[in-house]
């Protein structure tokens, strides 16, 4: 499986958009990039999920460069509620074997 | 969207004793359900893949005989903390695969259960 690496914690304040940056160097062909959110003792949130270029949804935006070794989440005009951890998975859609965490990046949003 | 719930939501046991945790994948049939645990401050760690019908897999260092796991149908599995000490004090968490409208997998988690083993 694809090793993720993000940054540890990032800062923010409401209203601005802030993008996080997944690094997946080893990116096998089959595999799909998946974000998760989650809160103090909560299960994780499915975000977005993407394979190549852009995918927009209602909460976030994933950009994917066509070489696919990184990606980019971004949360627009974010709220003190956005204050989470946020994982970057790479698996294999086909093989559907479970995803495997890294140690995610925390957000912290202040007002 | 896909629904994933978790029973109990909350456990607290005494040393010695086994405590079940349930997981229902409540308007989608999962084949496959996950488990994980996870430490405070820390990243969620996969324990074992549960496959409806069949044995569970589970990862290095995960004890079968301590951590067992049922998947007796579609849409719940169970894992069941044997002989319960201290240190298994943690947040279970399970999750159920399943396709969404692009035909793509996706995992969907459950909220969650904290055990604290006295």
């Known amino acids: 499986l694809a090793k993720t690496t993000q940054p540890i914690s990032m800062d923010s304040y409401e209203g601005q958009e802030v993008n996080i940056t997944c690094s997946h160097n080893?990116?096998?062909?089959?595999?799909?990039i998946t974000w998760y959110q989650q809160f103090p003792s909560q299960g994780p949130r499915f975000i977005i999920q993407?394979?190549?270029t852009k995918v927009t949804n209602e909460v976030a935006s994933l950009f994917i460069p066509a070489d696919r070794k990184s990606s980019t989440l971004s949360l627009p005009r974010v709220s003190l509620s956005d204050t989470a951890v946020y994982y970057c998975l790479v698996g294999d859609d086909q093989a559907g074997t479970a995803l495997i965490f890294g140690k995610g990046t925390t957000l912290s949003v202040s007002s | 969207g896909a629904v994933v719930s978790q029973h109990p939501s909350w456990v607290i046991c005494k040393s010695g004793t086994s405590v079940k945790i349930e997981c229902r994948s409540l308007?989608?049939?999962?084949?496959?359900m996950f488990w994980y645990r996870q430490f405070p401050k820390q990243s969620l760690m996969l324990m074992a893949t549960?496959?409806?019908?069949?044995?569970?897999?589970?990862e290095q260092g995960v004890e079968k005989d301590k951590f067992l796991i049922n998947h007796a149908s579609l849409t719940l599995s169970t894992l069941t903390v044997t002989s319960a000490h201290p240190e298994d004090s943690s947040f279970y968490i399970c999750?159920?695969?399943?396709?969404?409208?692009?035909?793509?997998?996706?995992?969907?988690f459950g909220p969650g259960t904290r055990l604290t083993v006295t």
């Open positions: 308007d989608f049939q999962a084949t496959t």
């Open positions: 080893n990116i096998a062909t089959n595999d799909y």
């Open positions: 549960s496959n409806e019908g069949s044995k569970a897999t589970y």
């Open positions: 999750s159920a695969r399943t396709r969404g409208d692009r035909g793509i997998y996706e995992q969907y």
């Open positions: 993407g394979y190549k």
